[in-house]
C-alpha cells in the first residue's frame, strides 16, 4: 500500500578522503589493514540468505605477498547454481511487491554504512584481495560504490515518474515492472565497485539476482554481501556465488527463467555467452536483456599544441594507476614529432620515481598485478618487446613473482602503428607509444580510429580548439567515454556514465539511467471511465 510519493534527489557525489600523512583516515585504515591480516577468514557462499559451506576451499592471497594467507572461499559447484536460481524465484513475489520507498532504502543504508562503519573495511579487503593503494582503494571500493547506491535510488525515482499523457474520459500509466525471472550478474576482479553495482542495480527494480564475482575479488565482494545483509536485503534477493565460468553457464543459459545477464569482463567470454544465449532462445520465457561491458585498447592523442607537462601526467597516471588493470587504462599514445623527444624524457623521468611494492606502505605508487597468469601474459608482451627490432623499451621491463607478481610500469616504443602492443589488450603497466609526423594528425586520427576493435576510453590532448574539434568529431565511435586534456580513466557515478561499444561491450552506461532501464519491463495500462456501449461510429450516419 502506499502512502504518498517519495522523491529522493540527486546525491553530490561522495568526497574522496586523501590519507595525507597524520590524518585520522589514514590511521583508521592501517589499523583496519593490520586486523585484517591477524586471521584468516573462512568465507561461505550465501544462498537464500544461508552461508554455504561446501569443504572444497581456496586460499586466497595477497597479490604482492603471496606467502600470506588472508583466508578461504568454499568454492561450489553445479547444485549450488541450481540452489542459487530456486532461492532468487523463491524470493521473486516478495521482492518484487515491496513498496519502493522501501527497497530504496536498503540500499541508500548500505551506501552509508560504507561511508561510515565499514569504510576501512571495504578499502582494506579492496587493498589485500586485488593490491590497489590507498587511493586506487577509495575511490573505488568506496566512493565509487556509494555513488552507484545512491544515484542508482534517484535516477530509478526519475524513471518510476516517468508517465504517459492521457485523454479525456481516460486514465493512462506505465508500471515500471522487474524483469520476469532471474538476472546474472558475473562481476571482474578489478572494481570492487562494478562486482558491487552489477547485481545491486538489477536488484534495485525488483529483480532477484545470482552474483558471481571473479575469485580474485571473492575478498572484498564477501564484505559487500555482508554489508547488505546488515542493511537488510531479505534473503534470496542476492545470491554470492563461487563456481566456475562454464558450470554457471551450463545452469543459467538453459534454465527458462533466466532472464538476463549483466557482465563486465573479457571480449572472449561476453562472445561466447552472447552465442550460447542465441542458441538457447527457445527455452526462454522471454529475451533476456545482455548487458557487457568488456575490453578496451584505449588511447591518447596528443597534438602539437598539447602541454606537455598534462601530457605526462595524463600518460603516467592513466596507464600506470592501479598497474593498468582498468579497461579504461591508457595503453597507447600518439606523440606528435615536434614535442616527442621532451615528453618521453619526462615520462621516463615520472616513471622511474613511481616506488613499488605492498600496499601497506603508503608511498608505493605501483603495487602487484592479479595473479600469476596475469603475470605471465604481461612479462610475455615484455619479452616479446626486448627482442623485436620493431620496438625498443623506454623505461622498465623488469618483473619478479619471488613474493608477489611484481611486474615494473613499462614503456615500450613502437616504430610500427600496428606493432602489437600497440594493438592488442595487455591489462598490465605497459604504455605503447607511437611517433607520428607532427603535420599528419589528421591522417593519425584515422590510425587511432582503425587500429584496434575495441572503443571504450580515448583522450585528445591540445590547445589548439580546432584540433580538439577534429578529434572529437573523427573519433565520435573509437571511444564511449571520451576525455579532452585529461587522461582517459576515472570516470565518475553521475559525471560522466561509463561505457563503449565495438567490441568494448553494449554501452549501456553504468552510472547513468540508461542502465537502469535495462532491468525494467514497461506495462502500459488504460483505464476507461465511461465505455462506450454502442459499437457503432458517427461516421456512419450518412443523414
Known sequence: M????????????EPVLQYGPGSQEKIVLKKTLAELKKKAIDIPMYIGGKAVK??????????????????YFHKGDEKHVKQAIDSALKAKEAWANMPWEERAHIFLKAADLIATKYRSFMNGTTMLGQSKNAYQAEIDSACELIDFLRFNVHFLTEIYKQQPISSPGIHNRTEWRPLEGFVLAVTPFNFTAIGGNLPTSAAMCGNVVVWKPAETQVYSAQMFMRILKEAGLPDGVINLIYVDGPVLGKVCFTHPD???????????????????????????????RIVGETGGKDFVMVHRSADVEATVTALARGAFEFQGQ??????????????????KTKLVAAVKSMKMGTVEDFSNFINAVIDERSFKKISGYIETAKKDKKASILVGG????????????????????????????????????????????EETLELVNTTSPYALT???????????????????NAAGNFYINDKPT???VGQQPFGGARASGTNDKAGSMINLYRWLSARTVKETFNPPTDYRYTFLNEA
Open 258 to 288: 533466466f532472464a538476463g545477464v549483466h557482465f563486465t569482463g573479457s571480449t572472449g567470454v561476453f562472445n561466447q555467452m552472447w552465442k550460447t544465449i542465441g542458441e538457447n532462445i527457445p527455452k526462454y520465457k522471454t529475451y533476456p
Open 398 to 441: 623488469n618483473y619478479n613473482k619471488s613474493e608477489g607478481y611484481f611486474i615494473e610500469p613499462t614503456v615500450i616504443e613502437a616504430k610500427d602503428a600496428k606493432y602489437v602492443t600497440m594493438c592488442e589488450e595487455i591489462f598490465g603497466p605497459v604504455l605503447t607509444i607511437y611517433v607520428y609526423d607532427a603535420d599528419k594528425f
Open 326 to 343: 582498468k579497461c579504461s587504462a591508457a595503453s597507447r599514445a600518439y606523440l606528435p614529432s615536434n614535442i616527442a623527444e621532451e615528453i
Open 458 to 476: 580515448g583522450s585528445i590532448i591540445a590547445q589548439d580548439r580546432d584540433a580538439v574539434v577534429l578529434a572529437t568529431n573523427h573519433l565520435r
Open 490 to 492: 576515472g570516470a565518475v
Open 2 to 13: 502506499n502512502f504518498g510519493y517519495f522523491h529522493y534527489p540527486l546525491p553530490a557525489n
Open 54 to 71: 561446501t569443504g572444497n576451499k581456496v586460499a586466497i592471497h595477497p597479490p604482492h605477498e603471496t606467502s600470506h594467507t588472508l583466508g
